[in-house]
Nanobody, 126 residues
Framework: QVQLVESGGGSVQAGGSLRLSCAASGYAHYMGWFRQAPGKEREGVAAMYTPGGATDYADSVKGRFTVCQANAKNTLYLQMNHLKPEDTAMYYC??????????????????????WGQGTQVTVSS
């Protein structure tokens, strides 16, 4: 069982930045950030393969968001720059143990993850 606790959400104006943190209680092969806006499906934002550091991003956030982990590999970060109103959503951290090695075709799919945090709200105003 891996417990995940997110922090760092908040309200910011368009063009601003936020950094989300996810503290994990145990090891996972891969971890990711997802978001869900009201009335929309949960979507993958960024993912990282924890042993090797490989990363993936949704097209909508490439060049603006960066996922990284602390040296101890028990904290995952999402640095979000140049935020847009369409980035407004509840952001969730997730951890997966279903497969290894890293599979880019599955890394941003919510169904591939075993454990989820409770989420942190990000609101971007225009």
């Amino acid at each position: 069982q891996v417990q995940l606790v997110e922090s760092g959400g908040g309200s910011v104006q368009a063009g601003g930045s936020l950094r989300l943190s996810c503290a994990a209680s145990g090891y996972a092969h891969y971890m990711g950030w997802f978001r869900q806006a009201p009335g929309k499906e949960r979507e993958g934002v960024a993912a990282m393969y924890t042993p090797g550091g490989a990363t993936d991003y949704a097209d909508s956030v490439k060049g603006r968001f960066t996922v990284c982990q602390a040296n101890a590999k028990n904290t995952l970060y999402l640095q979000m720059n140049h935020l847009k109103p369409e980035d407004t959503a509840m952001y969730y951290c997730a951890a997966g143990l279903k497969w290894t090695p890293y599979d880019r075709s599955r890394s941003l799919a919510p169904t591939e993850y075993n454990y989820w945090g409770q989420g942190t709200q990000v609101t971007v105003s225009s």
